[in-house]
């Protein structure tokens, strides 16, 4: 059993979990509730993003299968309100204190931002586990996991991505082509100097020759 102190909250004791079927790591808060954590697998792969890999996940409850209503298996109640949902945050926003989360609670089966005090709360909470949770020896074996776990979804979902990548650069190649072919003559037209006129051409356009000519 571990005990976190909290803010300025009562110390909390929790049971440690991890799941290395899906790369989660559980922690189960006395008169509390669960929290889970892993990586979030829909940020892992955005190439404009270079904090990708980075990228947390908390579920309010057990389990990563996320639903608004009903609440996950054992979500934490904090000040009896029942947490929902789950929420993505960068390792840098943890470690450099910048955690905002924002719960949700259920209202007539719809969500609803928990109140501040709940909030508040959360992100203590939250900042405390996940700060334990990445510092422990067994996580980058639990990351691997993840990995494991996510890698046919992934498969599935980077290689349509890839596919069209690959058509996209296609087609660049070919406008890349294009505008060379008009830049490299456009470069010669210039080179060659204006065009004289022809001894046989007719005289060029007057004002006086062009308005009698209405």
Not at 21 to 46: E, K, N
Not at 50 to 72: C, E, I, K, N
Not at 160 to 178: G, I, P, S, Y
Request: glycine content about 6%.
């Amino acid at each position: 059993m571990l005990t976190f102190t909290v803010g300025s909250g009562p110390a909390l004791e929790a049971a440690e979990f991890a799941d290395f079927t899906t790369g989660c790591a559980h922690y189960r808060l006395t008169r509390v509730g669960t929290f889970t954590f892993d990586w979030d697998p829909t940020f892992q792969h955005d190439p404009e993003d270079p904090h990708a890999q980075d990228h947390l996940r908390v579920t309010y409850g057990t389990g990563t299968d996320f639903r608004w209503h009903p609440p996950m298996p054992d979500a934490p109640v904090l000040f009896g309100i029942t947490l929902a949902g789950q929420e993505t945050f960068s390792s840098t926003a943890l470690t450099d204190n910048r955690l905002h989360l924002r719960p949700h609670r259920m209202i007539h089966t719809a969500p609803a931002y928990a109140p501040v005090g709940a909030r508040r709360r959360t992100n203590e909470i939250v900042h405390a586990l996940a700060t334990h949770w990445l510092a422990q020896p067994w996580t980058p074996d639990l990351r691997r996991a993840h990995d494991h776990h996510h890698a046919p979804q992934t498969l599935a979902t980077i290689s349509t991505c890839l596919a069209d990548t690959e058509q996209r650069f296609k087609a660049l190649e070919r406008a890349q082509a294009f505008y060379r072919d008009v830049v490299d003559r456009a470069n010669t037209t210039l080179k060659t100097g204006p065009v004289p006129t022809p001894p046989s051409a007719p005289p060029a356009p007057t004002p006086d020759a062009t308005q009698s000519g209405r």
